[in-house]
């Protein structure tokens, strides 16, 4: 079977310039969680994960045992503060932009072969041009 059968047409894009907190807004109820970062001519720039965003908004010093010691009433201040010292931060500034990607004509046993290798939810498909189908 051909990847093109399978693949997911409806994608949320966004620009280079798109913000931290619209790129939050944009990936909140998506599944996978990621965002294609593409230009004017479709072409894949990058790609945000909900992991990218969240190592973007986390401090490097919490780890679990640390925020489990936040009480209910500050995790909301907290993380309010974590967000607006990411908020200035543009797509451009976030996006991974070495993946592996996928062609319409591709196998699908090849594509889940790579997810398994890479560790990865899933893959880019692009056409000819490079431009996201």
Known sequence: MLVSKFMQTKLVLASGECRFK???CKIG???????????DKMELEGIITGYDLLK?????YLDAKLARTIQE????DFLRKCIEKVEAKKAKDIMITEFVY???TDHVMEAEALIVERGINSLPVLDEN???V
């Open 22 to 24: 619209s790129l939050l």
């Open 29 to 39: 109820k998506l599944a996978p969680r990621q965002i294609y970062i593409v230009n």
């Open 56 to 60: 973007e908004v986390m401090p490097y």
């Open 73 to 76: 009433p500050e995790i909301n």
């Open 102 to 104: 996928l062609k319409p």
């Open 130 to 132: 490079k431009r996201l």
